[in-house]
């Protein structure tokens, strides 16, 4: 690593020669498998843009130049040219964050780890300098293919267009992936100049073909170039970009850096908003990852370097178990379809899709579509069941209020990492959606504490034809099952008795049951009695509760959601409109955005943990009984 260790700056590669930089392009790629195998994190982007960003870094100067990363998975290299080389806690308490971090260096300009945005940042970016008279400062947007499958980034792109005098420079890294494979009308056109031999060689052919050519030769090579904007969509149909008014440089090789900085180059001096299209091998330089098919190493726990193997092997995730009911709900109910926004493996779709791929829909990374796609398809009879992460259905909240909850459709969202998620940071956490979905009429949300409540809860929920439904679950492996023992109301007893009084009443949503279970424990040992329920549908909230609130001197709830407006919240305004004058005291995770740690540290850090649980529980106890 003799020339990484000498980068403490982007100014520092350009004392570099040619032959420097592609050894200085190696030695990332050997830092980047042998760190990332140790920590876990996303490995092949950050392969696959290392040439990129060496190229980036030598032609602007940042952070005078704002170069921004659209979803910022892909900013590991960026980081190591910008000083930031220990990558021993990556993505670990204390560590580097996994996404770009304002914390961290002047040179993250934004915090962005969901799709489709860096566009819009860019084109107010410009804006702002050219009010404030900074006409020399270019703004630089890095996107994938993927990324430019969201409505967000053609938005922003309409926009940047008008700009004509807008110094931005987008740079398209083209590397047929999001997670998986992109799709889409957008990557067959990107696939289309992928496979171009490309205009400028066409017409350089020509040029001499043609004026060879006596006595018509040179007229006919005049008219083809005066044809050139026609005959450039017919050979290398960038036009779909240049129609929208933007320059377009390209397809460049994005691993051959002269290319890169020379077409960079161009883009710099242009003055307006120019594309600049580089084609990227995703995982290039680490043979596992360029043989693994569903993803090249998107993102990787510990691994063995060698082999990108996993170090070791975990119990069964929430996410499989999801996915291997889907194949069995698909092989009894042929009206059941499945959708996803560009997330296939990271769903658990993607056994759904090989035994029922008729049946499947990858939108690309358009959750806002994914909504509406799935109200058309319930409109006409089916019953769409659309998985996305927990923290993206944020995006979708309109079209889930209006276009599904208002036209009362029978389409079930399925939650993946819903709750505190930990190493991704604060806009992974799955923290909202309990909270924001609970003002939307007539919808119904499960909350699974293991594996066969998940199972069945997706059964019950794809029943339900005139309503939306949603099942939300926790990131992980699943913990072992906690048994039912009887029922009140809808709820499951989890401990006490259905016809005794107890001191305190425990409401468990979701995967905390065990923390719950575990407080009652230590609450006991005081000599404190408790019941715990698990209400699995935590919306509505169950009609029976309140009257059951009633025998009991203080309500807890615990949940893995927000506090503002989440159940503790729905289940306090059911006791007061039933007029149940029992204290009720909730605990859940702080309105605030958490930095990253292991979701263990979190729990221990916000008090989701049974001692604080029970330690706080006490004291409330203790006060009343005071007070009493």
């Known amino acids: 690593m003799a020339l990484l260790t000498r980068i403490r700056g982007p100014r ?3 004392r570099l020669t040619p032959a420097q930089l592609a050894a200085l392009a190696e030695e990332i790629r050997t830092f ?3 760190e990332v195998s140790k920590t876990g994190g996303h490995l ?3 392969l696959g843009v290392v040439e990129l960003t060496i190229a980036l870094h030598r032609v602007f100067d940042s952070p005078r130049d704002r170069i921004l990363f659209d979803t910022g998975h892909q900013s590991y290299v960026h980081k190591l040219l910008t000083g930031r080389q220990d990558f021993s806690r990556l993505k670990m308490k204390g560590g580097l964050s996994g996404y770009p971090s304002r914390a961290e260096s002047e040179h993250d300009v934004i915090e962005n780890s969901h799709a489709s945005t860096v566009l819009g940042y860019a084109d107010g970016l410009a804006k702002a300098n050219k009010i404030q008279g900074h006409r020399d400062r270019p703004v630089v947007a890095v996107i994938g293919d993927g990324a430019l499958t969201g409505g967000m980034a053609w938005e922003a792109l309409n926009n940047i267009a008008e700009g004509t005098d807008l110094p931005v420079v987008i740079v398209v890294n083209d590397n047929e992936r999001s997670y998986s494979p992109t799709i889409g009308g957008l990557a067959n056109h990107l696939s289309t100049l992928r ?7 066409f017409l350089s052919w020509g040029k001499d073909a043609l004026q060879r050519t006596p006595v018509v030769g040179k007229p006919v090579f005049d008219t083809l170039h005066g044809a050139k904007k026609g005959l450039k969509d017919f050979i290398a ?8 008014g933007l320059k377009y440089i390209g397809p460049i090789d994005g691993h051959d850096l002269q290319a890169l900085e020379s077409a960079l ?23 596992a990852a360029e043989n693994n098919d569903e993803d090249r190493f998107h993102a990787v726990g510990v691994i063995h370097p060698d082999t990108g193997l996993p170090v070791k092997s975990s119990g069964k995730d929430w996410t499989s178990v999801f996915g291997e009911e889907m194949v069995a709900l698909g092989r009894e109910r042929h009206d059941i379809v499945g959708i996803t926004a560009a997330m296939l493996h990271p769903v658990g779709l993607a056994p759904f899709a090989k035994a029922y791929p008729d049946r499947i829909f990858d939108v690309g990374i358009a959750e806002q579509h994914a909504a509406v796609s799935a109200a058309g398809l319930a ?19 309109d079209q889930v209020l209006m276009d599904v909850a208002l036209h009362r459709l029978g389409v079930t969202f399925v939650l993946d990492r819903a709750g505190v998620t930990g190493t991704d940071g604060a806009s992974h956490n799955g923290m909202w959606d309990m909270s924001i979905l609970q003002v939307v009429p007539g919808l119904r949300l499960a909350a699974p504490r293991d594996a066969d409540q998940l199972r069945a809860q997706l059964r019950e929920a794809v029943e339900v034809g005139d309503a939306p439904t949603v099942v939300r679950y926790s990131k992980g492996t699943v913990g072992p099952a906690v048994p039912a023992l009887g029922k009140i109301g809808g709820m499951d007893l989890l401990r006490g008795a259905a016809d005794e009084d107890a001191d305190v009443l425990i409401v468990s949503v979701g995967a905390l049951a065990q923390t719950c279970l575990e407080t009652a424990e230590l609450l006991a040992a005081q000599g404190v009695t408790s019941t715990v329920v698990d209400p699995r549908w935590v919306k509505p909230v169950d009609p029976a509760l309140p009257g059951l609130a009633a025998r009991h001197r203080l309500v ?6 927000g506090r503002v407006g989440g159940v503790g919240t729905a289940i306090a305004q059911s006791l007061r409109d039933a007029d149940v004058d029992v204290p009720l005291r909730d605990f859940g995770i702080p309105q605030e955005f958490l930095d990253h740690a292991s979701r263990g540290e979190i729990l221990e850090e916000i008090g989701l943990t049974a001692p604080a649980i029970a330690a706080k529980v006490l004291a409330t106890v203790g006060e009343r009984t005071q007070v009493g």
Request: some cysteine; proline content about 6%.
């Open 237 to 244: 149909p960038q036009g779909m970009f240049e129609d929208l």
């Open 32 to 34: 980047l498998v042998e």
């Open 44 to 46: 092949g982007p950050n």
């Open 556 to 561: 807890v709830t615990v949940e893995d959601n």
């Open 195 to 201: 496979t171009t031999q490309g205009y400028e060689r």
């Open 379 to 397: 409109t006409n009879g089916l019953h769409p069941v659309v998985a996305v992460y927990a923290t993206f259905l944020n995006r979708a909240f």
């Open 12 to 14: 520092d590669l350009d």
């Open 265 to 287: 180059t161009k883009a710099r001096g242009f003055g307006g908003p120019v594309i600049v299209h580089c084609i990227t091998e995703k995982g290039r330089g680490y043979h």
